[in-house]
């Protein structure tokens, strides 16, 4: 079956799947590729690669996988067209070991669970610094409008942002070694 000669269930099928993934699909692809707007490009051709090749996908099995080889293939061809990629020292073997290992942490869910630690740790902050955190990476205020929004100095949001993040830090890795 190709996307032309699609019926609306497997449509349907395919934008449900892609949806339900998409957001650890682009950490996928954010975390090989540096540049937030290359990864953005090479997400999007993914996503066309993908469309493309539906028809080759069995319905029922680890659709995340199968997105995640494409998106490593489309990350392979990035870097062989980017000129960019020549200044750096990051070898295609290196990239496909943090592939593997990425193949991995999803496998053994750790970040599933340290989503899940960060979300406990992001409740313990006050309702005043949850916030400006939510501002600030949610909503992608910039430091002058939280300092704006917030009464603050630019230096003091910068500080608190700064303080906020490893607080957070440590609250996870402590989440993160205590038995379940």
């Known amino acids: 079956m190709s996307p032309s000669d699609d019926s609306p269930e497997r449509t349907e099928a395919f934008l449900r799947l892609l ?11 954010t975390g090989l590729i540096h540049c937030p707007q290359d990864a953005q490009d090479v997400l999007q051709e993914g996503k066309i690669v993908m469309w493309r090749q539906f028809d080759q996908f069995e319905l029922g099995t680890n659709f995340a996988a199968w997105a995640r080889k494409i998106l490593f293939y489309q990350i392979l061809a990035y870097r062989r ?33 340290r989503e899940k630690a960060l979300d406990e740790c992001v409740t ?5 610094h949850r916030e400006i955190l939510l501002l600030r990476y949610r909503d992608e205020s910039s430091i002058e409008g939280i300092s704006h929004r917030t009464e603050r100095t630019e230096g003091a ?24």
């Open 157 to 180: 949001v910068y500080r608190l942002l700064s303080r906020l993040r490893k607080n957070l830090f440590q609250c996870v890795q402590k989440q993160l070694q205590e038995p379940a």
């Open 124 to 128: 313990k902050l006050s309702d005043e």
């Open 81 to 113: 067209r980017s000129k960019r990629h020549r200044g750096e020292t990051l070898s295609d073997r290196m990239l496909e070991m943090l592939s593997e290992e990425s193949e991995t942490a999803i496998r053994e869910k750790r970040w599933e669970n």
């Open 19 to 29: 949806n339900q993934h998409e957001r650890r699909l682009g950490l996928y692809v």
